[in-house]
């Protein structure tokens, strides 16, 4: 595969994997500060999980999850069954990433929220409700108002670790940026030229996003 499908390739799939933790990382968040103790111990444990163990160790786990599980029904308990999924077909190494990749970040961004609203005074949401303001229009008008801020930069930080994250699944096998220079420079030997053009394009895409945070960081505090 061309280097340039391989950039291709790693964008996609830190966007997509991006958007995966940061929906995962609220929920996570939210279940964090609910007042059930099975809630929040469940995504306390989710959290202590995948921060506590390597990701390469997760991202080869997803890979090899087929051989150990290679059809998966969903049903009743020793009743009749809804479906059944050949796991062989559907984890193939794109698609190992993105689930490894993005229940790793989930850890974190979950972190990230919880900061974030752990910063917002509880008083302001307390006086929004008294108002009479349904959960929505206070989120929307409270809450989100005053996180953006506050998690946008950290957010966008873990957003360029995660495009130089992409480059451990190359391991696995999926097409990306450095795969696709690996690929080459089997054939060639011309190992560390290439390593350094993947080096370079890592380099600029990385400040590419720095760019683009500055400016999202300035519309956001207006």
Not at 157 to 184: C, D, F, H, P, R
Request: with cysteine; hydrophobic share 55%; glycine share 8%.
């Amino acid at each position: 595969m061309p280097q340039s499908s391989g950039v291709w390739v790693t964008g996609w799939i830190t966007f997509a994997c991006m958007g995966i933790a940061v929906v995962l990382g609220l929920i996570l968040a939210f279940m964090g500060m609910s007042k059930s103790r099975f809630v929040k111990g469940a995504a306390e444990v989710y959290i202590a999980f995948f921060r506590g163990t390597p990701l390469l160790v997760q991202l080869i786990f997803w890979y090899n999850i087929a051989a150990l599980y290679p059809d998966f029904t969903l049903g009743i308990p020793f009743g009749p069954q809804f479906a059944e999924l050949d796991l062989n077909a559907i984890i193939v190494p794109i698609a190992a990433a993105i689930i490894g990749l993005g229940l790793n970040e989930a850890a974190y961004m979950a972190e990230i929220v919880r900061g974030g609203l752990n910063s917002i005074q509880r008083g302001q949401m307390e006086a929004s409700a008294a108002l009479g303001l349904d959960g929505w229009t206070r989120a929307r008008r409270v809450i989100i108002p005053q996180l953006l801020p506050i998690v946008i930069p950290p957010t966008w930080n873990q957003l360029i670790a995660m495009l130089k994250n992409t480059s451990l699944i190359s391991v696995i096998g999926a097409t990306e940026l450095l795969y696709s220079a690996q690929s080459i420079y089997a054939r060639n030997y011309q190992t560390i030229p290439l390593l350094i053009v993947v080096s370079i394009w890592y380099l600029a895409l990385s400040i590419t996003l720095t760019v683009a945070q500055r400016g999202i960081e300035k519309v956001v505090k207006r």
